[in-house]
């Protein structure tokens, strides 16, 4: 069976399966939170599978109407990496929001913190000083 594969198929399964290592890594470290490296993990885990099951890969092409199979490969590969990329544009959308409004919030409490603080000064000021020796 190994005497089979070719040069293209080595490429199409060492390609997802050393990415998928790589993100395993990542988490290791910590480097790349586990919720987010669930889907490069799915999409190469995807790519891996399809690059394994050439019947599988046949099929996809044929309905996809592609003649070469392995480059469905590459085209699901494109499709499944846009999809993570739209989710990360996604998360990145959300922590700006969250961002903004921090920094909201910390320009209002400092606001308020000076406001205090003048409020302290003027109370401090007008109070008369205690007698001496008293």
Do not use: C, H
Request: cysteine-free.
């Amino acid at each position: 069976m190994l005497s089979n594969i070719g040069r293209l198929e080595i490429i199409m399964l060492a390609g997802p399966a050393v990415m998928f290592l790589i993100v395993l890594e990542m988490v290791r470290r910590q480097r790349l939170r586990e919720d987010y490296s669930l889907l490069w993990l799915a999409t190469f885990g995807v790519l891996i599978v399809l690059a394994l099951s050439r019947e599988m890969l046949d099929t996809i092409a044929d309905l996809i109407g592609i003649r070469y199979p392995p480059t469905a490969l590459f085209v699901i590969a494109t499709g499944l990496t846009l999809l993570v990329l739209l989710q990360f544009s996604a998360v990145i959308t959300r922590l700006s929001r969250q961002n903004k409004q921090a920094a909201q919030r910390l320009a209002l409490l400092d606001l308020q913190v000076r406001q205090l603080e003048e409020q302290l000064r003027q109370i401090s000021s007008t109070e008369p000083s205690p007698p001496p020796g008293g």
